[in-house]
Structure formats: C-alpha cells, structure tokens
C-alpha cells in the first residue's frame, strides 16, 4: 500500500495532477474511498482536485492514449477494464470523498 505523502511545489508544478494520480492508483489498488484522505489549504483547491480525479478518471477511460500516458507517468500497466471498475466504485462512494481544506479536516 501507499504511505502518507505530502506534495509540495509552487504554482502550476502538476501539484494536483499528482494529487489526482495517486488517488487514482489508491482507487485503481482497492482502496476505500472513505479511508483516501486529501487536504489542501483552499476550498477551491480540494474543488479542483476532485474536478481533476474524475476528468483523469473520464479520459483514461475515453482514450486509449490518455490511459496509455497515464501509466507511462505512473510507471504503471492499468487496464480500461481495471479504471472502468474504479471509477463505478468510485461514483458509487462519492458521499464517502474526503477532499477537503486542512482546517476542515480538524473541525470535524
């Protein structure tokens, strides 16, 4: 499994690329989305990252390139079937998504 990760890096660096990648890959590794938590410092951060997993998620499973990068950036072999059952548990758990700002994270 995947350890805790902090990823730091100045504007427009892939931060929440990266961010939707390795949540995607705790997906795509049987993850509970209730047990995946992603925290930044803005409630339009944690909107973008979300926004960003299920784009990622619509275009590796739309195009056959998309996924093909996606693992050669990953260093992964997915396949269309895996991100396909992904992202129906994914959708079906939305309610269960913790994406959210730090200071949230700590008042509930």
Do not use: H, W
Request: hydrophobic letters at 40%; glycine letters at 2%; proline letters at 1%.
């Amino acid at each position: 499994m995947y350890k805790p990760t902090i990823i730091s890096a100045s504007a427009g660096s892939g931060k929440t690329y990266q961010l939707a990648a390795r949540y995607i890959m705790l997906i795509l590794s049987n993850a509970e989305v209730e047990s995946i938590i992603a925290t930044t410092f803005t409630r339009k951060a944690a909107g973008e990252i979300t926004e960003r997993i299920y784009k990622l998620f619509l275009e590796c499973i739309s195009d056959a390139n998309k996924l093909e990068q996606f693992n050669a950036v990953t260093n992964c072999s997915y396949t269309l079937d895996e991100f396909r059952s992904a992202f129906i548990r994914l959708t079906n758990n939305q309610s269960k998504l913790q994406i959210s700002t730090l200071d949230s994270l700590f008042v509930n």
